[in-house]
């Protein structure tokens, strides 16, 4: 029960609202008739969104390096910034230059160390800001998805802004998502407000992979011992961790100069802790489409 007050001239009613706790069918039926239909993106197989509810824990670090995996592994790669008012990936990846336009009027990405690449950056100089509202964001986000040539791709990734807004959203109902891995902090505020963004991808149903863990610790250059930051980290309150990174001025060095760690340093530790990201991701995509063709099979 909700009480609402109504102020009337020398009078206040007090209305009484009550809400039921489920939808009924047919409520169901003309909610779902307004949603839009997920179409899949011609040429692609899969696509994992990066995400987090918070900002500043490195979801485009990550996004880069496991794209940048994925592609060492042979995988045909592309890669999205779905970050409309805060695009890095021109940054990260060296790529600035516009992208072409085909004679179907689509967009051909411009690729970098064997990853394609799209992102608003290329499209608005480095110092504008982009002002808009939710429509316009979300319409951007569906011209750059569908409006591009995108080939032939086992993986798209999707990198994502912080929060549960606009693009998580559009990106959810009109795409069908393989699957997302959230990237967090150890620090509890981190963990909190990615836990946030679990739940937002629990509720629209859409697999979790796992959490990448990065910023975990340290590796002192004296004596090369592990420093950890955080010990009483809360991060089993997330869903499964697939990796924890360090902070590491290799790691900063590689996005400054706009060549992601794993390609800049392909033998150091840290590129194998992507490697082994990707390999895992792999396998679970491995095993999901044996699953889906032995059900197909069945029927």
Same mark, same amino acid.
């Given at each position: 029960?909700?009480?609402?007050?109504?102020?009337?001239?020398?009078?206040?009613?007090?209305?009484?609202?009550?809400?039921?706790?489920?939808?009924?069918?047919?409520?169901?039926?003309?909610?779902?008739?307004?949603?839009?239909?997920?179409?899949?993106?011609?040429?692609?197989?899969?696509?994992?969104?990066?995400?987090?509810?918070?900002?500043?824990?490195?979801?485009?670090?990550?996004?880069?390096?496991?794209?940048? =995996?994925?592609?060492?592994?042979?995988?045909?790669?592309?890669?999205?910034?779905?970050?409309?008012?805060?695009?890095?990936?021109?940054?990260?990846?060296?790529?600035?230059?516009?992208?072409?336009? +085909?004679?179907?009027?689509?967009?051909?990405?411009?690729?970098?160390?064997?990853?394609?690449?799209?992102?608003?950056?290329?499209?608005?100089?480095?110092?504008?800001?982009?002002?808009?509202?939710?429509?316009?964001?979300?319409?951007?986000?569906?011209?750059?998805?569908?409006?591009?040539?995108?080939?032939?791709?086992?993986?798209?990734?999707?990198?994502?802004?912080?929060?549960?807004?606009?693009?998580?959203?559009?990106?959810?109902?009109?795409?069908?998502?393989?699957?997302?891995?959230?990237?967090?902090?150890?620090?509890?505020?981190?963990?909190?407000?990615?836990?946030?963004?679990?739940?937002?991808?629990?509720?629209?149903?859409?697999?979790?992979?796992?959490?990448?863990?990065?910023?975990?610790?340290?590796?002192?250059?004296?004596?090369?011992?592990?420093?950890?930051?955080?010990?009483?980290?809360?991060? =089993?309150?997330?869903?499964?961790?697939?990796? =924890?990174?360090?902070?590491?001025?290799?790691?900063?060095?590689? +996005?400054? =100069?706009?060549?992601?760690?794993?390609?800049?340093?392909?033998?150091?530790?840290?590129?194998?802790?992507?490697?082994?990201?990707?390999?895992?991701?792999?396998?679970?995509?491995?095993?999901?489409?044996?699953?889906?063709?032995? +059900? +197909?099979?069945?029927?």
């Amino acid at each position: 029960m909700h009480r609402f007050i109504t102020m009337e001239p020398l009078l206040i009613n007090t209305i009484w609202r009550s809400y039921a706790t489920k939808l009924t069918r047919s409520q169901v039926t003309l909610m779902a008739r307004g949603l839009p239909k997920k179409q899949p993106i011609i040429g692609v197989q899969d696509i994992i969104v990066v995400a987090s509810g918070k900002g500043g824990v490195g979801k485009s670090t990550v996004a880069v390096n496991f794209a940048c =995996s994925l592609a060492r592994l042979g995988k045909r790669v592309g890669l999205l910034d779905g970050d409309i008012f805060g695009p890095t990936i021109p940054l990260l990846m060296n790529v600035h230059g516009e992208p072409g336009v +085909n004679d179907k009027n689509l967009m051909i990405p411009p690729q970098n160390y064997n990853v394609k690449c799209l992102s608003m950056g290329m499209l608005t100089p480095v110092e504008a800001s982009v002002i808009w509202r939710g429509p316009l964001v979300m319409s951007a986000i569906q011209r750059l998805l569908k409006g591009t040539d995108w080939g032939l791709l086992d993986v798209l990734v999707i990198d994502t802004p912080p929060g549960t807004g606009d693009v998580h959203l559009s990106l959810s109902q009109h795409t069908p998502i393989t699957g997302v891995i959230l990237v967090t902090t150890p620090h509890t505020a981190a963990v909190q407000v990615t836990l946030k963004g679990a739940r937002m991808y629990e509720k629209l149903k859409i697999p979790i992979f796992g959490v990448v863990e990065n910023m975990k610790y340290t590796i002192c250059q004296n004596c090369n011992q592990r420093l950890e930051f955080f010990k009483d980290s809360r991060i =089993s309150s997330l869903p499964r961790k697939l990796i =924890s990174l360090p902070l590491d001025s290799q790691i900063a060095d590689s +996005n400054e =100069s706009g060549v992601p760690v794993v390609i800049k340093y392909p033998d150091s530790k840290y590129s194998n802790l992507f490697t082994q990201l990707a390999e895992e991701i792999t396998q679970i995509l491995t095993e999901q489409r044996c699953k889906q063709n032995q +059900n +197909n099979s069945a029927h």
